[in-house]
């Protein structure tokens, strides 16, 4: 039996052999992918916090307010303030087609006496609450005069029409949190005039209410996130799974060159071809993997990228790869048995792959997408490998916290398994 086990391994290393192209397509696209996947996501990331994002700001209040939102934004250190285009200063019709045009992603217009108007209506409030209370000046003149009509202001935001959603709304939470900062300001110094003796604040106007991010920690130090550690499990795991189409491929070509039945009127059990192929492809699977790991580690500095950090997690994340192997394995094994001709095992097993990774959470994380398709996720087995690769990675976890998952690969793999015996032994019955 152990014979027989060996030379249908050695089988599989010979086909492989034969195709050396697609054996070496196998190693190196993958490694092609996961660079430029995370070239590309680190260099948006330096973006968005590194570099500042060119901003057209147009005071008509240049007041107390605009002076604020202007500190503001140069103090956060991600904005340039534009206020001129080709030594022209510009205004709300030319800031607002530079933006339309996508010259500018943003433009703030602050209207005119934004500042004057809201200490009037701030001065107003303070005033009648004054007064209610007996407070301050109650004559008959002050109570029968008229409050003067004071019209809303509003701060126009144009973006860019290519602009993603998420900044458009960080930046209008900025700005909104910035403009009720002032007003707030704005009532607490009116009641300071109107109730204060001297200079010594009555009001402490410091946010009683802050937030700060906890993060987690490893020797007292912030273990912050970076972009290799999330791409390096997510195109692993989409490497290993694209196995899946070389191994149905093979699998129909043999059926359909007889070498199968010559197999098994060796005779040789189906169960021992299938284990001849999953031993075979799982050693191609953990050498991808190990390739990922060894580019990660010893490539991505070169290449101004994060180094990815393995210490004491290289055992358990050779695990996680071991069994999401299986997975694809078996997921292979499964199409190739079911398909008649190549013309249906590669392009079907091509397109479940991109399928699985996209709900899997390998594009987009599985938290961002609709009720309905987080319910979905959780049948995709690249979501299990990729949660247990982030339990491992990032979250700390040991070996009995990502058991769930690798029950869950290891269930799916013996599945698939059995499914492509039993249809198998049901189409040689026939």
């Known amino acids: 039996m152990m014979y027989k086990l060996w030379m249908s391994i050695y089988k599989e290393f010979l086909l ?36 500042k994002i060119p901003v057209v700001l147009i005071d008509n209040d240049k007041g107390e307010i605009s002076k604020t939102v202007i500190e503001n934004l140069n103090k956060s250190g991600q904005f340039e303030i534009i206020t001129t285009l080709n030594g022209t200063e510009l205004t709300e019709t030319t800031a607002k087609e530079a933006v339309f045009k996508g010259k500018f992603q943003l433009a703030i217009i602050i209207p005119k006496n934004l500042s004057k108007d809201l200490q009037l209506k701030v001065n107003q409030n303070v005033d009648k609450i004054v007064s209610n209370f007996g407070i301050g000046d109650t004559s008959e003149t002050k109570k029968d005069s008229l409050p003067q009509k004071i019209d809303k202001k509003e701060v126009r935001l144009y973006f860019d029409p290519a602009t993603q959603l998420t900044f458009k709304n960080n930046v209008k939470s900025s700005i909104d949190k910035m403009i009720s900062q002032i007003e707030t300001k704005s009532i607490y110094a009116t009641f300071q005039e109107q109730l204060g003796e001297g200079d010594a604040p009555i009001f402490e106007q410091e946010s009683f209410i802050t937030f700060k991010e906890i993060m987690p920690t490893v020797d007292n130090k912030e273990v912050l996130p970076n972009s290799v550690q999330h791409n390096v499990p997510a195109w692993t795991l989409f490497a290993i799974f694209f196995i899946i189409v070389p191994l149905s491929i093979n699998i129909v070509k043999e059926k359909g060159q007889g070498t199968q039945i010559r197999l098994l009127t060796n005779p040789v059990p189906y169960s021992i071809v299938i284990a001849g192929k999953t031993i075979t492809y799982l050693i191609i699977c953990m050498i991808q993997f190990y390739l990922m790991v060894l580019v990660g580690i010893y490539l991505f500095p070169y290449l101004s990228l994060p180094v990815l950090d393995l210490d004491g997690k290289f055992f358990l994340m050779s695990v996680v790869a071991l069994f999401s192997g299986l997975a694809a394995i078996g997921l292979g094994i499964l199409l190739g048995t079911i398909a008649k001709t190549q013309e249906q095992s590669a392009p079907f097993g091509a397109t479940s792959v991109v399928i699985l990774a996209a709900i899997g959470g390998v594009w987009v994380p599985v938290f961002a997408m609709p009720k309905i398709m987080q319910a979905i996720s959780q049948i995709s087995p690249m979501n299990w490998g990729l949660n247990a690769f982030y339990d491992v990675l990032l979250r700390k976890a040991d070996a009995v916290e990502i058991l769930p998952e690798i029950f869950l690969l290891l269930l799916f793999f013996i599945i698939t398994i059995f499914i492509a015996i039993q249809y198998d032994k049901k189409k040689r019955a026939v």
């Open 16 to 51: 492989l052999k034969r195709d050396f192209g697609g054996l070496i397509i196998l190693f190196v696209m993958p490694l092609v992918l996961i660079i430029t996947i995370t070239l590309i996501q680190d260099s948006t990331f330096r973006t968005v916090t590194e570099s």
